[in-house]
């Protein structure tokens, strides 16, 4: 028998052993599910990068609109911020939240400078909150109704968000509409959703 022979016999019994024990620890109940328990660095850190790599591939396409900066939108953005998001992603001034502690992994505070500026963030953003993200408790709004105006409303609104004080957050909630998932009626029409996400059921920690 060949040494290329013998090395893919080997390759394969690996991968063989290597299945089994994966299956033995899954029919045993060993992996340890719950969200009190981290990953290890190592299986965090894959988890990680394919969500980094996915969430970048599947919003390459995307186009912000270059209204972004309106305060009509950020007005709108700021109700169902207010309504939807700041359990889990605070708002200025707070340090943590009930739900927020027992999540994993732990949502990000997104009252703090978000290091993805410019419309490559903007289309990030506009994709997770769309879609949301498997096993994470990031939903995918657009399965509760929100049009991709009013997500581009929120996109908006997380641009100022890291600025505002607390007294300024609470005022801008208070001009907004509130829970809207139409997003702001003078908005021009936004550009189409052209990901390669259309045929996938997963939407930003």
């Known amino acids: 028998m060949s040494n290329l022979n013998q090395a893919w016999i080997g390759a394969v019994a690996t991968l063989g052993v290597l299945g089994l024990t994966g299956g033995a ?71 943590n939240s009930e739900i927020r502690r027992g ?9 703090r400078a978000n290091a993805t500026e410019g419309s490559q963030g903007a289309a990030r953003q506009f994709w997770i909150i769309k879609h949301g993200i498997k096993a994470s408790g990031m939903p995918a709004w657009s399965k509760g109704g929100m ?20 007294e300024q957050y609470q005022s801008l909630v208070e001009a907004s509409d509130g829970h809207s998932h139409a997003g702001a009626p003078h908005a021009e029409p936004e550009p189409a959703d052209k990901g390669h996400d259309h045929d996938h059921g997963d939407h930003v920690h």
């Open 103 to 111: 999540l994993y992994p732990i949502p990000p505070d997104l009252t």
């Open 147 to 166: 049009e991709d105006a009013a997500i581009w409303d929120l996109v908006a609104f997380l641009k100022k968000l890291p600025g505002l004080s607390p």
């Open 25 to 95: 620890v899954v029919y045993s109940g060993l992996a340890d599910v719950s969200a009190d328990t981290p990953h290890g660095p190592i299986v965090y850190r894959l988890l990680e990068t394919a969500r980094e790599r996915a969430i970048a591939r599947r919003s390459t396409d995307i186009t912000p609109p270059m209204d972004l900066d309106a305060a009509e939108r950020q007005r709108q953005g700021a109700g169902n911020y207010a309504a939807m998001c700041a359990d889990c992603h605070l708002v200025p001034g707070e340090e």
